[in-house]
């Protein structure tokens, strides 16, 4: 069964302090997808990363990095020099793939309330 | 600017009433959607896939006959809550995918539904 495991209720941290926010995953399936994915309080969800099974490749984008380690299914997400403006709800989820184009549902995290103090 | 267009973004209403919430791909056909239920604190819960010309896939314990689906053409899928109940006071928000293999969901910003 698929499952999307984030530990972290809630993170609190200062301006310009670096966080790393934890997820991991369980799935049977060979060729799956992970997103993160931010929810600010006004609620809609904003896509951040996508991530396939076959690309353990670490990307960064401006203060964001994502770690992508099979060996510990782990999908990890760190903000560098973070910013009141991160403050949020990240979530992680998780996508098996269907074979024949269909898009598929999303199996979402708990999430992580990330709370950046000024 | 957005792909999806979710509407209305909050509703108010009394116990007993039937409430609709459209979700619209724009610029692109979706020919499978997807509802999802957010209670306060909690995380997104798929409530069903949303099949174009055909019937929707529940997941298990979600009430067919309470979310009534339908998803009539390819840009657009309607999710109504029959008789709502103040149990049923949720964030409901859709998602759309460009139907290639696994391309990222992009998401409505929702629907605050508050049953008084």
């Known amino acids: 069964a698929q499952k999307v495991t984030q530990a972290q209720t809630e993170i609190s941290v200062v301006e310009k302090e670096d966080v790393t926010l934890d997820c991991v995953y369980e799935?049977?399936?060979?060729?799956?997808?992970l997103f993160w994915y931010k929810q600010p309080p006004s609620g809609e969800l904003v896509f951040l990363i996508r991530r396939n099974s076959f690309d353990e490749q670490n990307e960064i984008s401006g203060r964001y990095s994502w770690n992508f380690q099979k060996s510990t299914s782990s999908f990890n997400f760190t903000i560098t020099a973070s910013q009141v403006v991160d403050s949020a709800v990240y979530f992680c989820?998780?996508?098996?793939?269907?074979?024949?184009?269909?898009?598929?549902?999303?199996?979402f995290g708990t999430g992580t309330l990330l709370a950046v103090q000024p | 600017g957005a792909v999806v267009s979710q509407h209305p973004s909050r509703v108010i209403c009394k116990s007993g009433t039937s409430v609709k919430i459209e979700c619209r791909s724009l610029?692109?056909?979706?020919?499978?959607m997807f509802w999802y239920r957010q209670f306060p604190k909690q995380s997104l819960m798929l409530m069903a896939t949303?099949?174009?010309?055909?019937?929707?896939?529940?997941e298990q314990g979600v009430e067919k006959d309470k979310f009534l689906i339908n998803h009539a053409s390819l840009t657009l899928s309607t999710l109504t809550v029959t008789s709502a109940h103040p149990e049923d006071s949720s964030f409901y928000i859709c998602s759309a995918g460009f139907g290639t293999v696994n391309q990222p969901q992009h998401f409505g910003d929702g629907t605050r539904l508050s049953i008084l």
């Open positions: 989820a998780l996508s098996e793939a269907v074979y024949g184009g269909a898009t598929n549902k999303l199996i």
């Open positions: 949303s099949n174009e010309g055909s019937k929707a896939t529940y």
């Open positions: 799935t049977r399936d060979t060729t799956y997808y």
């Open positions: 610029d692109f056909q979706a020919t499978t």
